[in-house]
């Protein structure tokens, strides 16, 4: 049973308040634990999941950016939901809010996303629709065919994300959940586009040449 040692939501924001208010003590955000302490909560890397408290870098919610940011190797991470964010560290949140940042360093939006699933019909945006309303350089993403896309797919959702993809084209498979972190991937991000576009090109010189 769900202990009563750190507060339920009292704010207005509903994403916040449903994830606060869910009966669990302990739950894992693709590679976060978030615990309920005393008066709060608690985030560390499931690889420190029995570290001891003493042997990890405290931080503030506000400074998880800067560990969000980078991999052990000192690389940029444009996506944050790579499996390759660096251990080592604890953070302690004294409120939902501080919480919720934390989090939105970590995993932009995820809490949004997860508590959107709960809408008839979810607001999963697939990507024909999606790459219709682009413009400019990506307009040229509308021409990638399903068997292309699903290249562009597995090289970088299947591979290096932990999202669980919700959205698609034509017969593309979504993500089954059990290969998959808690956090759902509700249309193509812009690392996603960005690859399609590329691959649109390359296919383009092939044709050429």
């Known amino acids: 049973m769900p202990s009563d040692a750190s507060p339920r939501a009292q704010t207005d924001n509903p994403w916040l308040a ?5 009966r669990w003590d302990e739950i894992v955000i693709a590679q ?5 302490t005393p008066g709060g909560f608690e985030l560390r890397h ?10 990890l870098k405290a931080i503030r919610p506000i400074d998880a ?4 940011n980078f991999n052990t190797a000192g690389e940029y991470r444009p996506l944050k939901s790579t499996g390759d964010l660096p251990r080592g560290w ?8 501080e919480l919720e940042e934390a989090l939105n360093h970590f995993y932009p939006n995820a809490l949004a996303d997860r508590f959107a699933l709960n809408q008839a019909p979810p ?34 959702c299947t ?8 959205w698609t084209s034509g017969e593309i498979p979504t993500d089954p959940p059990q290969i998959k972190s808690a956090i759902p991937c509700l249309e193509p991000c812009a690392i996603l586009l960005e690859a399609a576009r590329k691959e649109v090109r390359m ?5 050429r040449r």
């Open 18 to 22: 449903d994830f606060i208010n869910a």
């Open 32 to 36: 976060i634990i978030v615990k309920r």
């Open 46 to 55: 499931t690889a420190d999941e029995r570290a001891e408290v003493g042997t």
């Open 65 to 68: 950016r800067k560990i969000a």
């Open 90 to 97: 604890l953070v302690r949140a004294n409120s939902a809010e």
């Open 123 to 156: 607001p999963i945006t697939c990507y024909r629709e999606f790459t219709a309303r682009q413009t400019g350089m990506y307009r040229i993403t509308t021409f990638l065919s399903d068997p292309d896309l699903a290249r562009v797919i597995e090289n970088l």
């Open 159 to 166: 591979t290096k994300c932990l999202k669980q993809r919700l």
């Open 203 to 207: 296919l383009q010189e092939a044709e």
